[in-house]
């Protein structure tokens, strides 16, 4: 080795300047421009002064542009420290696919708190300032949580009641011609039918105003899980039901080891669609007349003219909804592994 390569070695070995590790230190763009948006949020929140309206000024304003200024602090470290940023693995790919994202709702965040807080434009109390919802959460946290779990205990007992009526009849109809001859027309009749058209139908032949809900979600969850089950089990090829046979496979084998597995991607598709039914006729039936949940909530906020506990729990149920459906999807890609990633959430 030569005086130069040996001097040279050394520097490498300690990851002296390469074409490499200059490309690994650049900074990301879009993180800055990110943080230089949520501290203008911050500032924004923080400094302007609030317009009071008839009422003492809005709680948790000074609390809500300091966190934002934090945020921003934290998006500046992560955008120049680039790899060498203290997150768990894959954090930082999920931040950089984020980053529009980071910036749009810093940028909506600011239009929403001058528009409310800082000129009074949106007029209360139709409109408030972000900060208003941090007070709901704070302060009336153990009602909408518990409206919140028994919109959960509602939904369940619904969704559950329904997947397997549906799945059972769907499975039935796609089977066995005699059970279709029947049941086929009743579903075909009844199925459309919008469930909340039932309510005063429910509500007089149901023992409580609960379990008239819970039939009625069950409704809407059964109709397209019968539908597509039966297209599943129908739509399977005959071929499959061959082979079976020629190994000597009972009627019951056939069924459970053949039909129902090869059915179940209409299955899943069948309950993404019951939920969706399903949402509308929870809410749509926790205010006509369930004593506790998201949709008596809002019915609550509304006619004490609350309208920010009602924007506090028309996020809430946003974000429970959608997870209540990422869920179905997790459970869907583990059951249908050969199909992971087919259908996104």
């Given amino acids: 080795m030569s005086t ?3 001097a040279l070695a050394p520097a490498l070995a300690r990851g002296a300047a390469t074409p490499e590790s200059r490309t690994t230190w650049r900074p990301w763009p879009t993180g800055i421009a ?10 924004i929140t923080w400094r302007w002064p609030n317009k009071v309206a008839g009422f003492s ?11 934002a200024l934090a945020a921003a602090a934290l998006l500046a470290l992560i955008a120049l420290a680039g790899p060498r940023a203290p997150l768990p693995r894959g954090t930082l790919a999920k931040l950089h696919a984020a980053g529009p994202w980071l910036i749009a709702l ?11 807080a800082k000129t009074g434009t949106l007029p209360t109390p139709f409109f408030a300032p972000p900060q208003a ?28 009641y329904g997947g397997v009526a549906g799945f059972l009849i769907g499975v039935s109809i796609g089977w066995s011609r005699r059970i279709g001859y029947w049941v086929h027309p009743v579903l075909r009749v009844l199925g459309p039918l919008p469930s909340t058209a039932l309510l005063p139908l429910t509500f007089y032949f149901f023992p409580s105003s609960y379990s008239a809900a819970v039939f009625l979600i069950a409704l809407a969850t059964a109709f ?19 082979v079976a046979r020629t190994m000597g496979a009972s009627g019951w084998f056939l069924v459970l080891r053949v039909a129902i597995p090869a059915a179940l991607p209409q299955v899943f598709v069948g309950l993404f669609m019951g939920l969706g039914a399903s949402f509308s006729v929870l809410v749509t039936a926790e205010m006509m007349g369930v004593k506790s949940g998201l949709g008596w909530y809002l019915t609550w906020a509304q006619g ?3 309208y920010v506990n009602m924007y506090a729990a028309l996020i809430v149920m946003a974000l429970l909804f959608s997870g209540v459906i990422t869920l179905l999807f997790t459970v869907r890609d583990r059951a249908l592994s050969w199909q992971k990633g087919t259908v996104k959430w």
């Fill in 4 to 6: 130069s390569q040996s």
């Fill in 34 to 43: 990110a943080a230089i948006a949520w501290a203008a949020f911050g500032a």
């Fill in 57 to 67: 000024d809005w709680a948790y304003t000074e609390e809500l542009g300091i966190a």
């Fill in 106 to 116: 810093a940028v909506v965040l600011s239009g929403w708190e001058i528009l409310t």
């Fill in 133 to 160: 919802l941090i007070e709901v959460y704070v302060d009336d946290w153990p009602r909408l949580g518990d409206s919140a779990l028994n919109t959960l205990r509602l939904l369940g007992l619904g969704v559950a």
């Fill in 224 to 242: 397209p899980v019968a539908v597509l089950s039966w297209s599943g089990v129908a739509s399977v090829s005959k071929s499959y039901y061959d």
């Fill in 304 to 306: 004490w003219a609350s």
